[in-house]
């Protein structure tokens, strides 16, 4: 199991880091722990993987992009830290269900539908 000053400050430096490449080995490191066992105590505590919660974070992430912007697919990917469109697709669809256009879409019709 991670302290808690060890989970806080994990969730926070992937948090801050959505829209980029991550080391889940130097986060490790700022838990001074070795990656094994940083990814199995983080496992335990969390009930995850710590890059499955990174993925999940940016598609959280990506879903409020979705939602309160009209940017552009391609351009939502890139600020969630996916390596393009395509990967940002296949991530966003295993994780939800939905394309991000059929998300979209629907959170959106959803939303006018009510507002």
């Known amino acids: 199991m991670?302290?808690?000053w060890q989970v806080s400050l994990a969730m926070r430096t992937m948090r801050r880091?959505?829209?980029s490449?991550?080391?889940i080995s130097?986060?490790?490191?700022?838990?001074r722990l070795s990656l094994c066992?940083?990814?199995?105590?983080?496992t335990n505590t969390v009930g995850i993987a710590p890059y499955a919660?990174?993925?999940?974070?940016?598609?959280a992430y990506a879903k409020r992009l979705l939602t309160e912007t009209a940017l552009p697919l391609a351009q939502v990917a890139l600020e969630c830290?996916?390596?393009d469109?395509?990967?940002f697709t296949k991530a966003f669809a295993k994780a939800s269900g939905y394309t991000p256009a059929k998300w979209r879409r629907r959170t959106t019709f959803r939303e006018g539908v009510s507002g």
């Open 26 to 31: 130097e986060i490790a490191s700022l838990c």
């Open 37 to 42: 066992y940083f990814v199995r105590a983080f």
């Open 85 to 87: 469109q395509a990967h």
């Open 17 to 19: 880091n959505l829209g």
């Open 21 to 23: 490449a991550i080391s």
């Open 53 to 59: 919660w990174f993925v999940q974070q940016r598609i």
């Open 2 to 4: 991670l302290a808690a």
């Open 81 to 83: 830290g996916f390596s």
